[in-house]
């Protein structure tokens, strides 16, 4: 069964909610957006949640940005729940339209449904849902949802400010990240509910040549391009040396029992033999070799502005995600090392990885962990390393508990989908996404 995307829609249930959320093409660009969506995003998101935005403490931070406070009854350190409103451009071949958030044999299509108007919409079900049953929770509760995380944006910031001025100190901070993963690793049938205890630095550099230009009919050797593309290539030969912070050890180390026998002996003997746990996570693909080392990806070019011209300039942009343990100093050094010379390195941006939040036996860690368990019982609760970055970078100076978790099963290929094309989301799986939104504020201790 099937529909597409009607006017008037009834939002009596929470996927019909969802999809009017998606509807909204809420796109950061890096050099501009359109204001007028994210208006009438917020205005939507109004309509939808009258409790919420009745109910709660509401201020409006970073533009579109918005914070809530919901009262508890008891006096311990509050919790902090953030999402963000933002999606990227659209890319690649869709099988639906983007923005027309199709249904079709129990899943809703386009962009945002995992990132991050999922984990959104359920926060938000959530705490409407609670409100209208006369819910108190145990402690404060603050809703931070980001207007700009695509873009690397000053939101969040805004919200820390906000938090910090009014003299609040968090007792955990969950934000997107992790999620019930399913085909986690090679040879794993169980998903894997990955939390991230800690993200990697984002930063970002550009790499410039510059030449005479001229007519394309008398090229000189060695030119801009030329020399960009040696650049492009020594750098991918060249990688990062690969690094297993503490966090991924001991992540491998419980993993080991689960996995089929062929992985078993290599992963129980992580804190003996990374070595060997590394190669075999390089051999396995991008995905786990994120989880070993400091990554390079280049993401932009440029060069001559017309095809019969030689450029004068080309240039190529890096997007690396710094490990911990790794500097964003010694990535530099490296960059340089090995473009060598004649080629310009320039950092646009510099975030070091962030700090690691305690995870087995901490009650907070512990307490997510519970939830899981419960809604998602064939899932096995691990903290790791994320790869990617979130606003809750942001929260780590206000907060040594912050957590990077989405409560929303995916596949491999729903992974792959975030920021690429096709991104979907099972509906019975986002009605689990907010019960268990819904027992994490329900089982909060005082």
């Given at each position: 069964m099937s529909d597409g995307a009607g006017a008037g829609?009834?939002?009596?249930?929470?996927?019909?909610?969802?999809?009017?959320?998606?509807?909204v093409p809420t796109v950061s660009h890096p050099d501009h957006r359109d204001e007028a969506a994210f208006d009438r995003f917020l205005d939507l998101l109004a309509r939808l949640f009258p409790l919420l935005h009745s109910a709660l403490e509401l201020t409006r931070v970073g533009g579109h940005g918005l914070l809530f406070r919901w009262a508890g009854t008891g006096g311990g350190d509050p919790v902090v729940l953030m999402a963000h409103t933002d999606v990227v451009p659209v890319a690649g071949r869709w099988t639906h339209p983007p923005f027309d958030a199709h249904t079709e044999d129990g899943w809703v299509w386009g962009r945002g449904?995992?990132?991050?108007?999922g984990p959104l919409g359920a926060i938000c079900e959530a705490v409407e849902a609670l409100l209208a049953d006369g819910f108190t929770p145990a402690r404060d509760v603050w809703l931070s949802f980001g207007c700009?995380?695509?873009?690397?944006?000053?939101?969040?910031?805004?919200?820390?400010?906000e938090l910090s001025a009014r003299g609040v100190r968090p007792w955990f901070v969950l934000d997107e990240g992790g999620a019930v993963a399913a085909e986690a690793l090679p040879g794993l049938s169980r998903p894997l509910a990955v939390i991230g205890v800690t993200e990697k630095g984002t930063t970002s550099l550009r790499l410039t040549a510059t030449g005479k230009g001229g007519h394309a009919s008398t090229p000189a050797r060695n030119g801009p391009t030329a020399r960009i593309a040696r650049a492009i290539s020594r750098l991918e030969r060249t990688p990062l040396p690969p690094r297993l912070p503490e966090v991924t050890l001991r992540l491998f180390g419980d993993l080991a029992p689960l996995v089929a026998p062929p992985l078993r002996p290599v992963l129980a003997a992580a804190s003996r033999l990374p070595r060997l746990v590394t190669r075999a996570l390089i051999a396995a693909g991008p995905e786990t070799t994120a989880l070993?080392?400091?990554?390079?990806?280049?993401t932009t070019l440029s060069g001559s502005p017309a095809i019969n011209v030689v450029a004068a300039t080309a240039t190529a942009g890096l997007n690396i995600r710094?490990?911990?343990?790794d500097t964003v100093a010694e990535v530099v050094a490296h960059v340089r090392r090995v473009v060598g010379p004649g080629i310009e390195v320039e950092v646009l941006q510099a975030n070091e990885a962030s700090p690691v939040s305690p995870h087995r036996g901490d009650p907070a860690f512990d307490l997510l962990g519970r939830a899981i368990t419960?809604?998602?019982?064939?899932?096995?609760p691990m903290p790791y390393v994320m790869m990617a970055a979130t606003d809750s970078r942001h929260f780590t100076t206000l907060c040594d508990r912050v957590y990077r978790f989405a409560p929303l099963r995916m596949s491999k290929a729903q992974r792959e989908s975030i920021h690429a094309a096709d991104e979907?989301?099972?509906?019975?799986?986002?009605?689990d996404g907010i019960r268990w939104f819904r027992l994490l504020l329900t089982t909060l201790p005082a």
């Open positions: 829609e009834d939002h009596d249930d929470p996927v019909s909610r969802l999809r009017e959320l998606v509807r449904t995992l990132d991050d108007k700009d995380e695509e873009v690397f944006g000053s939101g969040a910031e805004a919200a820390v400010a070993a080392r400091t990554t390079i990806a280049v710094v490990m911990p343990g419960a809604v998602f019982p064939d899932a096995t979907r989301v099972e509906t019975s799986a986002y009605l």
